[in-house]
């Protein structure tokens, strides 16, 4: 049986922050905005719950650009200004690092790790990005 709610349910009590009145699922389209030249193929979602959205991608073939950092667009819902955000990073060549959301915007730039984060730039040499983040809109 389906069931359809059209003001929100409430989950282990009756006051307002116990009320999920906002749930979506999707996918989404990432986009290069400096690092590399061209993406080839991608698979992402995402879903958001109230005032929260986690996305993942696996982004694959991506054409060597630049020394410029990575930065990706294209995410599902503007992040909240002043709210920084990171998540998980795995590319082909540069290892593992962090996607790190732009404040008030729908862009991610792409760190690896080492003895500290640096950008991680297009030249690197990282065919694919496997990723994951969440933040407040």
């Known amino acids: 049986q389906d069931l359809w709610l ?6 282990g009590g009756t006051g307002a922050a116990n009320k999920l009145d906002d749930y979506e699922s999707g996918t989404w389209t990432p986009t290069i905005v400096s690092g590399y030249s061209s993406i080839g193929s991608v ?10 959205v986690t996305v993942w991608a ?3 073939s ?6 410029s950092a990575v930065i990706i667009a294209g995410l599902p819902f503007t992040s909240k200004t002043n709210q920084w955000a990171t998540g998980a990073l795995d590319t082909s060549a540069a290892g593992t690092g962090v996607m ?4 008030g915007s729908t862009q991610m730039v792409a760190y690896r790790s080492g003895g ?3 950008s991680l730039i297009g030249t690197d ?7 994951s983040v ?4």
């Open 134 to 137: 969440t933040y407040s809109v």
């Open 6 to 11: 059209s003001g929100g349910v409430y989950l």
């Open 43 to 52: 698979s992402a979602n995402y879903i958001k719950v109230g005032d929260k």
């Open 116 to 118: 500290s984060l640096d």
């Open 100 to 103: 790190r959301i732009v404040s």
């Open 58 to 60: 696996y982004v694959n």
């Open 62 to 67: 991506l054409v060597t650009g630049n020394s």
């Open 125 to 131: 040499g990282a065919s694919h990005l496997i990723f």
